[in-house]
Structure formats: structure tokens, C-alpha cells
């Protein structure tokens, strides 16, 4: 939020597709949000970030922001230059981005990944004048849909699990259709699919750059009380949780877990924090270049299981049947977390399948699960 003046993610699609040449367009809006003040918008600029498997030494990008103004006034200009624009208290505008990306040499360019945009405005009015910025990462490369020799991992006495590789996912991307196109053409009656709390969240937008965040005393205090390996032992992981769980919340979290420790008692900071103390995942917590990050942890999550079973449904011997569903926090520490699950999830055979962590805690980009039970 830039002092009332929202910028959204916005909506996007790859209009050229080329060997040597990507073009990609957005459509992103700006909100005042507030109820009487005038917003200006003098400056907004981009910046490109590719990351790719091979040497970009060829490779170049160049980015467009075109104003799209309500009654095109003022009219766009060839240069390229944003005109200053003012948006009154309620009201919005939009611009279009175009990112094109090619090589020099006519190389194929399917080595590539993802793109991040980092598209920094300013926002001047009653306040003076401060910058923001809104990021998103547009995935550049897609594996395919049904690998043709799916590796299966074998749970002694229990079962079989494959992880499953998908694409760079992003705030575009919506689950049903992920788990649609990578997961249920591998599936059979009784199986189970697992997906990470953070792929999700991704998915939903929640995640935010240091950059954005001001942390205050509380948070700069706060943070001294907890592990250096813990998401909210940093200022901007702290202020993350202030943000949505509240200032006098999390005060009051800290005063009574110190008095719990010292009586011997852990873990009463994120009982009385809320749930998302658990789930954030402070920079560094994930897959690159969510790496740079504050991931938050996922909303809606009971609802979103319980819709994506609903929808996952299978018709098998002539019968119909649906994929069991849960959200779960699995690491390498062996440490399994069930944030939500279907009615017929085994609680049993899940964890004892993700123990291990079979999608791996790095940038192995496999956010499902398929889970087979023998039992």
C-alpha cells in the first residue's frame, strides 16, 4: 500500500511465444483507497530480473508501461515518458506493461524460467512523497504435463508417494487447475494429494518484499526473543506478523511467553500470536526468486480442500470418485504439519508419506504430493 494508493498484480498473457522472442502483457490498476484525499502518480518505472538455466550474455529485455487512463486523458505519449496523473479519493486508473524478451543470436530461449518485474511508482499528496513498489514472477518455462516414467517412492507397509514437478508457480495460477494438469492424470480411486502451505500462498499473492515493510519498535524488539533460524527473528519478519495479527496481540504474546518460559512452558507465543505465526517464511525460507521475499502463510486454506475435492472428481470403472486433499508444512527436520484436509485424508499414512519430504526443501519445484495408500 504507497500512503492510500494500491497498485494490483494484475491480470497477464504471453502474446508472443517464439523461439528467440517472448512477449508478455499486463494489465495492472491503481486504487485510492482513500476517502477524501488526492493522490498523484508522477513516476512509475520497471525493472526485469530473468532467471534462466543457461548464460544470459545474448538475452535482453525491455519493458513498456503505458498509461491507460480513464477517458484517455492524458492521452498516452510515443516516448514512452509517464505524465504525472492524479486519482481522486475512490477512483482508479490503469497501465499496460509489455515486456518483451529476445535474443540477440536467434538462440531458442526455452532455457529460461521465470521473469520477476519489479514496478516501482510514487506516490505524492497530503503525506509528501514516497516510493513503493508491487513485484510478480511470470513463470517462462513449463514441464510436461504427463512424465512418461513417473517415479514412485515406496512407504514400507503403507504405500507408494511421487512428488510432482510443476511450473514456476505465481498469483496467476489457481489451484484447481494445477492440480488438474499435473496431478489427476496420475491418480486412481483412494489417492491422496498433498500440497505445500507455501506454493499455496504463493498462489494466493501473499507474499511481500522487505522493501515494502517498515518495521517499528515493537517489531525491532520482538524479534530479539525468538531463535536466528526462526521467520520472525528478523525485523521484517516481525512486522509481517504485526501487520495481520496486530500490534497489541503480538505484544501481549511476547510478554506472556516469556513468563511461560521461564516456568518452563514453549510455544505459548504462537498460540496466542494466531496461525500465521507458524507459517511465515521469513527471505531465503524458499525456491528462488521467492527467496528474496516474505512469504505469508496461506488463507482459506479448510475451504480451499474442501473445494478442490469437490471438483477433482474421477470417473473410474464407470464410477465416480474424488482425490483426497490437504495442505500441509513439511521440512527437512522431519516435521510434518496438516494445515487442512479433506473428510477421507488418513492422518496416519500422510505424515508417515511426507516425513522424509520427498518434494525436497530447496528449488526442486515440486509443490504436490501424490500419495497412494495400500492399507
Known amino acids: ?48 530480473r530473468i532467471f534462466s538455466r543457461d548464460i544470459l550474455d545474448d538475452v535482453s529485455s525491455k519493458i513498456q508501461i503505458i498509461p491507460v487512463h480513464p477517458g484517455e486523458k492524458p492521452k ?16 482508479s486508473t490503469a497501465m499496460q506493461v509489455i515486456l518483451d524478451i529476445q535474443s540477440s543470436r536467434g538462440r531458442q530461449l526455452h532455457g529460461l524460467q521465470a521473469v ?31 512424465e512418461s516414467n513417473p517415479q514412485w517412492q515406496e512407504i514400507k507397509g503403507l504405500g507408494y508417494v511421487m512428488p510432482i514437478r510443476t511450473h514456476l508457480l505465481s498469483h496467476l495460477d489457481d489451484p484447481l487447475q494445477v492440480l488438474q494438469t499435473y496431478a489427476l492424470p496420475h491418480c486412481k480411486a483412494g489417492d491422496m494429494i498433498a500440497i505445500g502451505e507455501t506454493p499455496l500462498a504463493i498462489m494466493q499473492g501473499r507474499f ?22 526462526s521467520s520472525l527473528a528478523t525485523a521484517c519478519g516481525m512486522q509481517s506478523l504485526i501487520d495481520i495479527s496486530g500490534r497489541l496481540r503480538v505484544i501481549v504474546a511476547v510478554i506472556i511467553a516469556v513468563i511461560a518460559r521461564l ?28 527467496d528474496q521475499y516474505i512469504t505469508l502463510g496461506p488463507i482459506h486454506v479448510q475451504a480451499t480442500v474442501d473445494a478442490l475435492k469437490a471438483k477433482t472428481g474421477l470417473f473410474l470403472s ?27 485424508i488418513n492422518d496416519k499414512v500422510l505424515q508417515a508419506a511426507l516425513r522424509d519430504n520427498p518434494a525436497g526443501n530447496a528449488d526442486e519445484q515440486m509443490p504436490l504430493v501424490l500419495i497412494r495408500p495400500t492399507l
Open 1 to 48: 500500500m504507497g500512503d492510500g494508493l494500491v497498485l494490483t498484480r494484475g491480470t497477464w498473457s504471453w502474446d508472443v511465444c517464439e523461439p528467440s522472442r517472448y512477449q508478455l502483457c499486463g494489465t495492472m490498476q491503481f486504487f485510492n483507497i482513500t476517502k477524501r484525499n488526492e493522490l498523484f502518480i508522477p513516476e512509475v518505472q520497471g525493472k526485469v
Open 76 to 91: 498516452k505519449r510515443c516516448d514512452g515518458y509517464w505524465p504525472a496523473y492524479i486519482t481522486r479519493a475512490g477512483e
Open 116 to 146: 520477476r518485474l519489479e514496478l516501482e511508482y510514487v506516490c505524492y499528496g497530503p503525506h509528501g512523497r514516497s516510493s513503493h513498489a508491487q513485484h510478480l514472477v511470470l513463470p517462462l518455462s513449463f514441464p510436461p504435463v504427463v
Open 208 to 229: 511481500r518484499h522487505p522493501r515494502g515493510l517498515q518495521p517499528g519498535l515493537v517489531a525491532k524488539l520482538a524479534c530479539r526473543c525468538f531463535l536466528p533460524t
Open 263 to 290: 516456568m518452563g512452558i514453549r510455544g505459548m507465543f504462537y498460540r496466542i500470536a494466531g496461525k500465521q505465526a507458524r507459517l511465515i517464511d521469513d527471505v531465503s525460507g524458499t525456491l528462488p526468486p521467492y
Open 318 to 344: 464407470g464410477l465416480y470418485t474424488s482425490c483426497e486433499v490437504a495442505v500441509v508444512d513439511a521440512n527437512d527436520l522431519r516435521q510434518v504439519q496438516i494445515l487442512a484436509a479433506s473428510h477421507g
